[in-house]
């Protein structure tokens, strides 16, 4: 099971930290993402890492703004924004998966959140 937390109501510049945590079982020999989803659109990844070494991955749209990192020994995932635009609102989706492949697309989780939902006013 994934729990994600976090969400809420920001201005245009300012930071959330977005928190998912996995219980039931670990994910060691893969990854886990953050994905969104805003009104109308399709789903689209955000940042992921890897467990095991640690290695992030980020869509073009986020970069430098967005930083993903792991707790091991929570199992749990963390997503820091900072600069929010109005542009990232969205329902924020984790998710995991024991594979490290199709680290960018959907496909690759068989696990997924509940979702939280991120809105930036501007």
């Known amino acids: 099971q994934l729990q994600a937390s976090g969400g809420g109501l920001v201005q245009a510049g300012g930071s959330l930290r977005l928190s998912c945590a996995a219980s039931g079982r670990t994910f060691s020999n893969g990854k886990m993402g953050w994905?969104?989803?805003?009104?109308?659109?399709?789903?689209?990844f955000v940042a992921a890492v890897t467990w095991?070494?640690?290695?992030?991955?980020?869509?073009?749209?986020?970069?430098?703004?967005?930083?993903?990192?792991?707790?091991n020994a929570?199992?749990?995932?963390?997503?820091?924004m900072n600069s929010l635009k109005p542009e990232d609102t969205a329902v924020y989706y984790c998710a995991a998966a024991n594979a490290i492949v199709r680290i960018t697309t959907t496909t690759g989780y068989g696990y997924w959140g509940q979702g939280t939902l991120v809105t930036v006013s501007s």
């Open 35 to 44: 994905f969104r989803q805003a009104p109308g659109k399709e789903r689209e």
């Open 74 to 80: 929570k199992n749990t995932v963390y997503l820091q």
């Open 52 to 71: 095991g070494g640690g290695s992030t991955f980020y869509a073009d749209s986020v970069k430098g703004r967005f930083t993903i990192s792991r707790d």
